[in-house]
């Protein structure tokens, strides 16, 4: 009697990468933006208002110029009170705003921008597209792709 090989019911997906899951995937694209001629006392009430922790700054053209965070606004608050002085409605985000930001392209995987995430400290980063702002990614988005990973794929 001959022995026979079995290799069982074949992987359709064998040997085929699983498609990458992408910034761009789960980036905000409908965002809170400020002007750099904004106030911050405007900040702050909009980030308040809309429960998030900062935003990024554009100019008129939608060019990314910078970005502004409770952290930018307290610095203010904890200066001006440290003087005791009175909140100046002419602090404007163009004095307090992070110049120099960090962005992601909307193409990164999701597993990279995680690690981009742990190694920079950052809570945000935003996505531009040839100096244009198209979004943002957080690290929530980010928790919200590891769901529907280990929805599809992980075993519970």
Same mark, same amino acid.
């Not at 040839?130 to 769901?147: C, E, R």
């Given at each position: 009697?001959?022995?026979?090989?079995?290799?069982?019911?074949?992987? &359709?997906?064998?040997?085929?990468?699983?498609?990458?899951?992408? !910034?761009?995937?789960?980036?905000? %694209?409908?965002?809170?933006?400020? %002007?750099?001629?904004?106030?911050?006392?405007?900040?702050?009430?909009?980030?308040?208002?809309?429960?998030?922790?900062?935003?990024?700054?554009?100019?008129?053209?939608?060019?990314?110029?910078?970005?502004?965070?409770?952290?930018?606004?307290?610095?203010?608050?904890?200066?001006?009170?440290?003087? =005791?002085?009175?909140?100046?409605?002419?602090?404007?985000?163009?004095?307090?705003?992070?110049?120099?930001?960090? &962005?992601?392209? %909307?193409?990164?995987?999701?597993?990279?921008?995680?690690?981009?995430?742990?190694?920079?400290?950052?809570?945000?980063?935003? !996505?531009?597209?040839?100096?244009?702002?198209?979004?943002?990614?957080?690290?929530?988005?980010?928790?919200?792709?590891?769901?529907?990973?280990?929805? =599809?794929?992980?075993?519970?």
């Amino acid at each position: 009697m001959a022995i026979k090989s079995f290799q069982g019911k074949r992987d &359709t997906r064998q040997g085929k990468e699983d498609a990458q899951i992408l !910034v761009s995937d789960y980036m905000t %694209k409908k965002l809170i933006t400020f %002007k750099a001629e904004d106030t911050l006392d405007h900040v702050i009430e909009q980030l308040i208002t809309h429960k998030i922790s900062g935003g990024p700054v554009v100019n008129d053209k939608n060019d990314l110029i910078g970005i502004i965070s409770e952290t930018d606004c307290i610095k203010h608050i904890s200066e001006s009170k440290y003087y =005791n002085m009175p909140s100046d409605v002419n602090n404007t985000v163009g004095m307090y705003m992070a110049t120099g930001v960090d &962005t992601i392209d %909307k193409n990164t995987n999701i597993f990279d921008a995680a690690f981009k995430f742990i190694s920079s400290h950052r809570r945000r980063f935003p !996505v531009v597209e040839n100096g244009k702002l198209i979004g943002q990614i957080s690290q929530t988005d980010v928790l919200k792709a590891a769901i529907r990973v280990k929805g =599809n794929t992980w075993n519970s």
